[in-house]
């Protein structure tokens, strides 16, 4: 439509350009480029040839229940209405979620800049030195304020790390009871993911009140406290940690990191694991998430620790350097032996975390620590000289006051009155939590709801006379943040600049494509990203009544509906807060089903050969056997071998996990058979629902085979991958698994309800800007894209896999195996080489060993597709040369890559021109230079550093 048309109307000027055709890369005219060189008529054709009949959705479905395409001025407009619907009063509810500011620098510079949410995980070390250096700010943060020495790059949340950290004792003790002991002053959420983590893995939680001091009879492998507790209570855990020791028992202690900066360390009281949340440290609450959980531990532990580390190593001209260490424990290379199966975690939220101490600085994090707790302290001093009973004991920043009989409830309404949120613990308990956030005005207003009359004059009276709820004992004597990375950036000048310049030194989707195969690194548009700062969803708190949450509920319900719709299911769970925990929670549903039909030996899970690592790693954290299937030489799952290991396991099969399209991106045709098979034998299909940006609009997993999947927000549903994280996981079920989703039948998998409400405006704008018909032409678009990457990379390496019609799904595997036999260039060679070219590398040796997957996704246009082929062109002229024996294997322009502006500025003695290092095409406009050369991974996980080195080292 051209407003000279002579058919527009009004409207269509009123509606402009519709969001799909800014979500989309290439336009019409690309499209058809691309149709001729992969030789078909139309994107229809190219559905119709390349998606198996057998599985497509009938086009006459009839309209559904997600609205024609929005404008992204009307979704806005909607968005803001349903903001406007939450009720984000002062959170004073405490449960582990707290009140924070996030400085608008970092939320600004971080939170709201493309350069650091639309990166992916730094698996690519070399072009995410700035994001890696974050992270390590993020471990420093938590191993000092935590007094163990190794801390991961995030774990999802508070919930989940003390469920890592309660199979990681386990795994690490020698101890042959499976009991693990729970303070019952845990975390209500914390200890309801302990339960199901703990169920299907045999292990025993016996819940105890401690606060006698002593450990209840009994041998247990593990034990949880909690610092401070549920209740605000700060207790002295030091004999509790020497009596465990006794008997042979590790202990976790779950810890406010706030609180850390004033308490002494659980390191220092001999804790072997700590974990928490790094919420209150600038991350806004967003009705649960998402927020940066994290977990610490001894250093002999280390080898134990679950999901990503961050270390330090150094390149190939000796410089410092950061990359993710110790992979091997990781779920991507053991699988079913893995420590975990925890993939995408919290990065962007870790980031902010991490700033947000930089700029604080330890003095800044012990005033707002003090600020919390003296806040408490005098609320409970007026409370007291009303007449209001304030439980004895020290706390942190939560007290807890006894009201009349049945009085609670009064309270709450009378602080909600006042826009304050109260905890209700029971009938007559009321809980107070004072953040960082909180006023002497506040103050006012809390001790009115308790019917307690005080002045802000009477409050520093009250200040002044009242000591610390803090036992003396227990005072923090350490240092922490020591390092000057927490001392330099005050100024928000200067923070401003390091932020930016940790961001130029990454390689984020604001600088190019990321053709990472399984990832589906497509726009993450600004109308999608705008909504989540703004308070009316990111300061609401995951235990605020209903009626001020309403807005948020309703975005909930809405995305929860239109995805069942888009999936042939029958209902969803968003709890979830990454694509592994979606796994876990499918598996769990189908395992509860099973048990419910009275067939619990139905433990069997078979699994391809080329699943992805976290299917392996689920299935045993759900209590199943893996059986793994072969795939055939065209790379789909192998019917021989899947129909024996039926046979084989008969009355003992529980589940197929399948991923469709598969790991190897082909529309595999034979997937109705498959999930027949296994029906058949009274097992269910788990059908891996990563790759949906395939089928979205043209085939619906839950129609043709599967029982229940797991979605991907962060890859098709547009919330940014953050660095590696936020993720939010989906599960969606047919309707005889729907009684067992998380928190129905089966229990929570998550720290909140809704997992992480914070980001859902994000897929929901996407949903409601897409409609019905811009999400099938985006997936038709996708799969063009890919099938182009194919055509016009075919003749130089070969593609491993296509399916029918010789067409791949939306991604393609390059096979560089014969290559690298061939000239001994590696796939690293490559990947690192397109760095000089300025491209991210596509996935590595994933699902396919010595190949590069590629997934360009529907939103990059023709010239950036055309870019990265012809860098790989160019990069395939060159590997001939090193064939040709023009160059060394050793030392050419490929084994040499990535190359710097200091190699290149250094005395030169390659036998190749500098200028073709640094400026490969030719082009000198918009390098991007690389900022450290190739990184040596063993020798950083031979010198293990995971916290900021002293300064010396970068000498
Ligand atoms: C990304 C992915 C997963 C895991 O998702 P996370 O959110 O990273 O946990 C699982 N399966 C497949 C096929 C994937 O591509």
Not at 107 to 122: C, D, G, I, Q
Not at 280 to 296: D, K, S, T
Not at 418 to 444: F, K
Request: with cysteine.
């Amino acid at each position: 439509m051209t407003p000279s048309d002579p058919t527009r109307t009004l409207a269509d000027l009123e509606n402009g350009i519709p969001f799909v055709a800014r979500h989309l890369g290439p336009d019409d005219s690309e499209l058809a480029t691309m149709a001729e060189v992969i030789g078909v008529g139309s994107l229809d054709e190219l559905a119709d040839r390349a998606v198996p009949p057998g599985i497509r959705t009938a086009t006459d479905a009839g309209p559904g229940t997600l609205p024609p395409a929005a404008t992204e001025s009307e979704a806005l407009a909607e968005l803001r209405a349903l903001a406007a619907r939450n009720n984000p009063t002062v959170p004073m509810i405490g449960l582990g979620y707290h009140g924070t500011v996030t400085p608008p620098v970092i939320r600004r510079s971080v939170l709201e800049n493309p350069a650091w949410y639309t990166a992916y995980t730094p698996y690519q070390p070399e072009i995410s030195q700035g994001r890696l250096e974050a992270l390590l700010n993020f471990q420093t943060v938590v191993s000092d304020l935590t007094g163990l020495p190794v801390a991961g790059a995030s774990m999802l949340d508070e919930a989940t790390a003390a469920a890592e950290a309660m199979t990681l004792v386990r795994r690490a003790g020698r101890a042959a009871s499976p009991r693990f002991l729970v303070d019952a002053d845990t975390l209500p959420r914390t200890l309801a993911v302990l339960h199901t983590r703990a169920e299907p893995l045999g292990i025993e939680i016996v819940e105890a009140d401690l606060t006698g001091g002593e450990l209840p009879d009994g041998e247990f492998f593990g034990v949880l406290l909690s610092y401070p507790g549920a209740s605000g209570s700060v207790a002295d855990h030091a004999s509790l940690v020497e009596q465990a020791h006794a008997r042979g028992a590790k202990v976790v202690v779950a810890a406010d990191p706030l609180a850390l900066t004033l308490l002494r360390a659980p390191g220092e009281i001999g804790a072997d694991v700590a974990v928490g949340s790094t919420q209150r440290f600038g991350v806004p609450l967003g009705f649960g998430g998402p927020h940066a959980g994290y977990l610490a531990v001894r250093d002999e532990l280390r080898r134990q620790l679950p999901g990503r580390l961050v270390g330090l190593s150094v390149d190939a001209d000796g410089n410092p350097a950061l990359r993710l260490a110790l992979q091997t424990r990781e779920q991507h290379i053991r699988r079913e032996k893995a420590t975990s199966n925890i993939c995408t975690a919290q990065v962007l939220l870790a980031v902010i975390a991490s700033m947000y101490a930089v700029y604080h600085g330890p003095d800044g994090l012990r005033a707002i620590a003090t600020r919390a707790h003296r806040m408490a302290a005098v609320l409970a001093a007026a409370l007291r000289a009303g007449g209001v009973e304030v439980l004895d004991g020290a706390f942190f920043d939560t007290l807890v006051a006894r009201v009349a009989a049945g009085q609670a409830d009064a309270v709450l309404a009378a602080a909600h009155a006042r826009g304050i949120a109260l905890r209700r613990v029971d009938d007559d308990r009321v809980g107070v939590s004072c953040s960082e956030l909180t006023t002497r005005a506040h103050l006012v207003d809390v001790a009115a709801a308790f019917g307690v009359t005080v002045t802000p004059a009477e409050l520093d009276e009250l200040d002044a006379a009242t000591p610390d709820a803090l036992p003396a004992a227990l005072r923090r004597e350490s240092d922490y943040l020591t390092h000057p990375v927490f001392h330099r950036y005050r100024s928000e000048t200067a923070l401003l600049r390091y932020l930016r310049r940790l961001a130029d030194a990454d390689m984020a989707l604001d600088r190019g494509m990321i053709p990472l195969g399984s990832c589906t690194m497509k726009l993450n548009a600004a109308a999608e990203m705008e909504p989540i700062t703004w308070p009316g969803f990111a300061d609401l708190h995951p235990h605020a009544p209903a009626a001020d949450a309403d807005g948020t509920l309703t975005l909930i319900a809405d995305l929860e509906r239109w995805l069942a719709e888009l999936t042939g299911y029958a209902a969803v769970s968003l709890q979830p807060n990454a694509g592994s925990q979606g796994e876990l929670a499918g598996l769990l549903a189908i395992r509860a089903y099973h048990r419910d039909r009275g067939e619990g030996h139905r433990d069997v899970c078979l699994i391809p050969a080329s699943a992805h690592g976290t299917n392996a790693a689920s299935a045993v954290m759900a209590g199943m056997r893996v059986v793994v299937v072969a795939c055939d030489d065209n790379g789909d799952v192998d019917l021989a071998d899947l129909r024996a290991k039926i046979d084989e396991h008969g009355v003992s099969l529980g589940a197929l996990m399948i991923t469709y399209p598969s790991t190897h991106g082909v529309y595999e045709a034979g997937v109705r058979e498959v999930c027949s098979a296994v029906h058949e034998a009274g097992g269910q299909v788990y059908l891996d629902g990563a790759n949906l940006n395939a089928l979205l609009g043209l085939a619906k997993p839950g129609e043709f085979g599967g029982d229940v999947s797991h979605l991907n927000l962060h890859k098709t549903f547009c919330i940014p991958h953050g660095g590696g994280g936020p993720g939010v996981g989906p599960v969606a079920v047919r309707e005889h698994l729907a009684p067992y989703l998380p928190d129905r039948g089966a229990g929570a998998v998550s720290g909140a309800e809704y997992g992480s409400p914070g980001v859902l405006p994000i897929s929901w704008a996407y949903l409601r800007m897409m409609g019905a018909d811009g999400l099938r032409r985006a997936t038709l678009v996708a799969v063009a894209a890919a099938n182009y990457v194919a055509r016009r990379l075919s003749a130089h390496y070969p593609v491993l896999y296509t399916g029918p019609g010789g067409f791949v799904a939306h991604e393609c595997i390059l096979d560089l195996r014969p290559l690298t036999a061939a000239t001994g260039v590696t796939v690293d060679d490559v990947a690192k080489r397109l760095a000089d070219y300025g491209l991210h590398a596509p996935t590595m040796s994933f699902p396919v060993a010595g190949t590069l997957m590629v997934e360009p996704t529907e939103s990059e246009n023709l010239a950036e597709l055309d870019r990265f082929c012809d860098a790989m062109i160019s990069i395939r002229s060159e590997i001939d040369r090193v064939a040709a024996g023009e160059w060394p294997v050793e030392d050419n322009p490929l084994r040499g890559a990535p190359h710097t502006a200091a190699c290149i500025a250094d005395k030169w003695d390659h036998p190749y021109p500098r200028e073709l290092a640094a400026y490969p095409t030719g082009a000198t406009e918009g390098k991007v230079w690389p900022p450290v050369r190739r990184i040596d991974g063993a020798h950083g996980d031979r010198h293990l550093v995971c916290s900021c080195p002293p300064v010396e080292a970068y000498g």
